[in-house]
């Protein structure tokens, strides 16, 4: 059964910071998908990860896929208040054809000025 | 505009009472899916379909029917059977080959008074 771990579950961090979010997941997985999530809001569509070795970046955010280790990460560079929001990591098992996708608990990121 | 359209935003439910969350999209996307989330929590898979007149349980569909006459329409009916239902229902739609982006409609808040 794929399950899927996010850490930390809440981070609070001044603006200007770096920090980095973690997404393990425990079987064979080839795409991860990473969102955003404003309060009482629907998800945003950030980066789409299909391979080992694979970075991408927006603006503050990159994200990155280790599919042995079964690792992505999120890092921030230097974070504006803007960027406070939850962020979720999202796996769909390995070869699957209905592009299902198992979810983390989600990071609630809290920038502070 | 593109997009998935959820209809209603908000809707409070009587203890007994069946009720139909609507979901349109007009990406001409070939599969839709159903989430939950509950406060704090992550997203879980109720139902999810690859094509017209077919559709397959997810995690928690108990309690939860749906229907694919059409390829835009994916609607969830929560019936008095699901016993916890308060939450936010996420639909969401893709291309099905694999490591497309999934896109989420706006939510449905539902409460049971």
């Known amino acids: 059964e794929l399950k899927v771990e996010q850490n930390p579950l809440f981070l609070s961090m001044q603006e200007g910071k770096n920090y980095t979010i973690y997404c393990n997941y425990s079987?064979?997985?080839?795409?991860l998908y990473w969102y955003r999530q404003d309060p009482g809001k629907s998800l945003e569509s950030l980066f789409v990860?299909?391979?080992?070795?694979a970075v991408k970046q927006e603006g503050r955010l990159m994200a990155s896929l280790d599919t042995k280790a079964r690792l992505s990460t999120l890092h921030i560079t230097a974070a504006v208040h803007d960027l406070s929001a939850t962020y979720f990591c999202?796996?769909?098992?390995?070869?699957?054809?209905?592009?299902?996708?198992?979810f983390g608990t989600g990071t609630l990121l809290a920038v502070q000025p | 505009d593109g997009g998935i359209t959820q209809s209603p935003k908000y809707l409070f439910r009587k203890e007994g009472q069946n009720v139909t969350l609507s979901c349109e999209q007009n990406?001409?996307?070939?599969?839709m899916y159903w989430y939950r989330q509950d406060p704090g929590q992550g997203l879980r898979l109720i139902y999810y379909?690859?094509?017209?007149?077919?559709?397959q349980k997810g995690d928690i569909a108990e309690g939860y029917s749906v229907s694919r006459e059409k390829k835009e329409s994916f609607p969830l009916t929560v019936t008095s059977a699901q016993k916890n239902p308060t939450a936010f229902y996420l639909c969401?739609?893709?291309?099905?080959?694999?490591?497309?982006?999934?896109?989420f409609g706006e939510g449905s808040w539902l409460t049971v008074v």
């Open positions: 969401a739609s893709t291309r099905l080959t694999s490591g497309n982006t999934i896109y």
């Open positions: 079987t064979t997985s080839d795409r």
């Open positions: 990860l299909l391979s080992n070795g």
């Open positions: 999202a796996v769909g098992p390995y070869g699957g054809a209905t592009n299902k996708l198992i």
């Open positions: 990406l001409n996307h070939d599969a």
């Open positions: 379909s690859q094509i017209v007149n077919d559709f």
